[in-house]
């Protein structure tokens, strides 16, 4: 399921977007592997973010996105949907690397006098 984020980015600014992961149970878990990819909503990627690792992942982390990974693209003139795609892996009773997997959604919207 994707999750849609109420709360807008600004262009070029900072915006943290944390991830929380739980496994079949329901409980927290730390993933033993963890990237994300930054998309638009056409799936191209956005500033070379893709397959980003986060090594040593925890239960809840937050991915920092900033300046260039949210500038509006071509075609983009107010405001532009992006994908924030995670993409781990968990160990817990119910088996080993089992794949835990999510998109997040949210809006980047543009600045009038931001270049």
Do not use: C
């Amino acid at each position: 399921m994707t999750t849609e984020l109420t709360t807008h980015a600004k262009e070029k600014s900072t915006f943290v977007i944390t991830a929380a992961f739980t496994d079949e149970d329901g409980n927290a878990v730390a993933p033993k592997t963890l990237t994300w990819t930054l998309t638009d909503d056409g799936g191209t990627v956005i500033n070379e973010k893709e397959d980003e690792v986060v090594s040593s992942p925890s239960a809840s982390e937050d991915i920092v996105l900033s300046g260039d990974d949210l500038a509006l693209q071509s075609g983009e003139e107010t405001r532009g949907v992006r994908i924030l795609t995670v993409e781990a892996t968990y160990d817990s009773d119910a088996g080993s690397d089992l794949p835990l997997n999510e998109e997040i959604r949210f809006i980047v919207d543009g600045l009038v006098a931001v270049s």
